[in-house]
């Protein structure tokens, strides 16, 4: 296949090129740099299967010849990268949505959106399936964020609907692993980057909000199946044990054989008190679920930050 995927210099674009170029297809790798950076893609420059192109989606996207599949997973995903870009996170969402779905519609390729779970916002449901519809802000400062993506498989649905598109949607929670940016600000980074420098190591509020976290390798093989699937409507993927931000500063502050202390901050307005993925549609669908465990997969982590 000839692939294209969007935000393929970011953390799990890049895996994601990784991934394609592994089994063999041609990838079309397109990055504004926003969040991405250079160096998680490299190692793949001169390899005659990789074609990268520094262009902003939100503009019109023009690639010549046949593409089988267009993967967008062109946006800033982390806290202190939408709240830092708040316009260009709804404008990537939306513009950048509808000029990649154009672009599948073209040239007749199948399209997997890069949704997630914040679209579920903070929820009044734990475990988080598919059928809930979520409790989100949409004025809050989150709110950029949570609603491009809501807004972003609102216009999905409807270029499946409408022009009989084969659409993919993936709702993905938390993932970390190699790549990830130091300065991400999301809990795995923040914890590891701090314990690896025997500084206080930072839990917001009372540290007792759950979360699930999911190794990339394990996600992207999700990602790979969904593609190929007939899925015709959003697949979580994600891994379902679920520990406190307490427990995980405990475990990479061991792990880490660090002297690091745990320190309380305040909880950012709007942040998810629980946070769990229901995956019996992926198992049931894609015969997927993950496989990493949480020591072995922040081993690795922990040894790419050092």
């Given at each position: 296949?000839?692939?294209?995927?969007?935000?393929?210099?970011?953390?799990?674009?890049?895996?994601?090129?990784?991934?394609?170029?592994?089994?063999?297809?041609?990838?079309?790798?397109?990055?504004?740099?926003?969040?991405?950076n250079?160096?998680?893609?490299?190692?793949?420059?001169?390899?005659?299967?990789?074609?990268?192109?520094?262009?902003?989606?939100?503009?019109y996207?023009?690639?010549?010849?046949?593409?089988?599949?267009v993967?967008?997973?062109?946006?800033?995903?982390?806290?202190?990268?939408?709240?830092?870009?708040?316009?260009?996170?709804?404008?990537?969402?939306?513009?950048?949505?509808?000029?990649?779905?154009?672009?599948?519609?073209?040239?007749?390729?199948?399209?997997?959106?890069?949704?997630?779970?914040?679209?579920?916002?903070?929820?009044?449901?734990?475990?988080?399936?598919?059928s809930?519809?979520?409790?989100?802000?949409?004025?809050?400062?989150?709110?950029?964020?949570?609603?491009?993506?809501?807004?972003?498989?609102?216009?999905?649905?409807?270029?499946?609907?409408?022009?009989k598109?084969?659409?993919?949607?993936?709702?993905?929670?938390?993932?970390?692993?190699?790549?990830?940016?130091?300065?991400?600000?999301?809990?795995?980074?923040?914890?590891?980057?701090?314990?690896?420098?025997?500084?206080?190591?930072?839990?917001?509020?009372?540290?007792?909000?759950?979360?699930?976290?999911c190794?990339v390798?394990?996600?992207?093989e999700?990602?790979?199946?969904?593609?190929?699937?007939?899925?015709?409507s959003?697949?979580?993927?994600?891994?379902?044990?679920?520990?406190?931000?307490?427990?995980?500063?405990?475990?990479?502050?061991?792990?880490?054989?660090?002297?690091?202390?745990?320190?309380?901050?305040?909880?950012?307005?709007?942040?998810?008190?629980?946070?769990?993925?229901?995956?019996?549609?992926?198992?049931?669908?894609?015969?997927?679920?993950?496989?990493?465990?949480?020591?072995?997969?922040?081993?690795s982590?922990i040894?790419?930050?050092?």
């Open positions: 296949m000839r692939i294209l995927i969007t935000g393929g210099a970011g953390f799990i674009g890049s895996h994601l090129c990784d991934y394609f170029i592994s089994k063999g297809h041609s990838v079309i790798c397109i990055d504004n740099f926003i969040t991405g250079i160096k998680n893609i490299e190692h793949l420059f001169g390899n005659g299967k990789f074609h990268f192109i520094k262009h902003d989606i939100t503009n996207i023009h690639v010549p010849g046949k593409i089988d599949a993967l967008n997973f062109a946006s800033p995903a982390s806290p202190i990268d939408y709240l830092k870009f708040p316009i260009p996170t709804l404008k990537v969402g939306a513009l950048g949505t509808h000029k990649t779905l154009g672009l599948a519609k073209e040239k007749k390729a199948v399209f997997l959106l890069a949704s997630t779970s914040e679209v579920y916002g903070d929820p009044l449901v734990n475990p988080q399936s598919e809930y519809w979520g409790n989100v802000n949409p004025i809050g400062p989150r709110g950029v964020y949570d609603e491009a993506k809501r807004f972003a498989e609102a216009m999905a649905m409807a270029y499946s609907r409408y022009h598109m084969p659409v993919r949607i993936v709702r993905i929670f938390n993932t970390y692993g190699p790549r990830m940016r130091k300065q991400d600000g999301r809990a795995v980074p923040a914890f590891i980057t701090q314990a690896l420098k025997n500084q206080p190591v930072t839990v917001f509020g009372k540290g007792t909000q759950t979360r699930s976290f190794y390798s394990d996600l992207v999700g990602l790979y199946r969904l593609l190929i699937s007939k899925a015709d959003p697949v979580n993927i994600g891994n379902p044990n679920e520990i406190t931000l307490n427990q995980l500063a405990k475990i990479i502050i061991k792990l880490t054989k660090s002297k690091s202390k745990i320190v309380y901050k305040n909880l950012p307005v709007d942040d998810p008190k629980v946070r769990r993925p229901d995956i019996t549609k992926a198992k049931k669908l894609l015969g997927w679920q993950p496989e990493v465990s949480l020591k072995e997969g922040l081993k982590t040894s790419y930050f050092s």
